[in-house]
Structures are given as structure tokens and as C-alpha cells.
């Protein structure tokens, strides 16, 4: 809801009247204060938008998750670069329903920004061998696929992974 530097800015006013509660002798005014500002650093590392449009996501509900993605109006702006990543890498998901040559720039410009968890990597890097497997691009998919297959540590993707590599040999 708030740029990314309104957060920062709102963290340094709330910390500075917290330490001026503490020179003035209120000490529990002062920590609930530096409590408070531990909310908007969390929200500086984590935007609330990308926060709900997951929910929405987990819910299955794709078209709530486009509404809360519509609301980041410039997101090169508004978020930071790991932000940003998921940010393409929930269109990415988004597009595979419709548009693959949107779905497919959309995952790559993700990974390039980067993504956190090695698990959204894997799916991403899954879901563009299944893409450059429907437009008949058999090395880039196993590339892809091999690739996902390293970074699945939890083993969550097996599954897909297999169903892919029958699918190729089949091509």
C-alpha cells in the first residue's frame, strides 16, 4: 500500500520518537514504538500486496490474484528486486493459463530478478521446460528440467519433473 521508501521513512520517525520516549523516562512507550516499526520493516522486505496475492493464489482464486496484482501500479518503482521477482513470477503462473509467450517471459524475467526459495525456482525453471517443450524445444527443456530437478531438495516436484520426462520421450 505504501512505497518502499514511505516505509523506510515511517520506520526512522517511529524509532526517533521511540528513543525520545526513552530520554523522557517511558520506557514501555519507547519498545511498544520500536514493536510498531518492526511491522513496516517487515513490510519493507515483504509488500502486503504480493503478501495477499499469495493468499489468493493458495485459495485457487486467480482472478482475485490478478486483482491484487493490478494493484502495483509500477512495480520497478514501488518494490525491490526479490519483490519484483515474484512479482513476474505470479504472472508467469497467471499467463500459463492462457498465454504461453507471456507466461514464458514473465518466468524468465523472475529468475533473472531472483526468487527467494530454491523450491520457486525449481517450479519456475519446471514450468518453462514444460513451455519450450510445447514449442518443440526438446535440449532447452531437459536443460531446464535437469536443472529443476537439482534445486527440488524437498523432493516436492518429483512427480511433475517424471511426468515431463515421459511426455519428452515421447516427442
Known sequence: ?????????????????????FV???????????LLSTIFIFLYFRNEIILLAFLRMRK???EGTQKWLDRIKNPEASL?????????????????????????????????????????VAMAKLSLAGIAMQKRRK????????EAKKLDKNNMLTDQIKVLQQQMKKI
Open 1 to 21: 500500500m505504501f512505497h518502499k521508501n514511505i516505509k523506510l521513512v515511517l520506520v526512522a520517525l517511529i524509532v526517533g520518537f521511540a528513543v525520545y520516549q
Open 80 to 120: 525491490t528486486q526479490k519483490q519484483q521477482g515474484y512479482y513476474h513470477y505470479m504472472h508467469g503462473i497467471l499467463f500459463s493459463q492462457k498465454n504461453l509467450t507471456q507466461a514464458e517471459k514473465h518466468f524468465k524475467k523472475a529468475l533473472k530478478l531472483g526468487l527467494n526459495m530454491d523450491y520457486d
Open 24 to 34: 523522557e523516562g517511558l520506557i514501555g512507550n519507547g519498545i511498544a514504538l520500536l
Open 60 to 62: 485457487q482464486d486467480l
Open 139 to 146: 535440449r532447452e527443456a531437459t536443460q531446464l528440467l535437469q
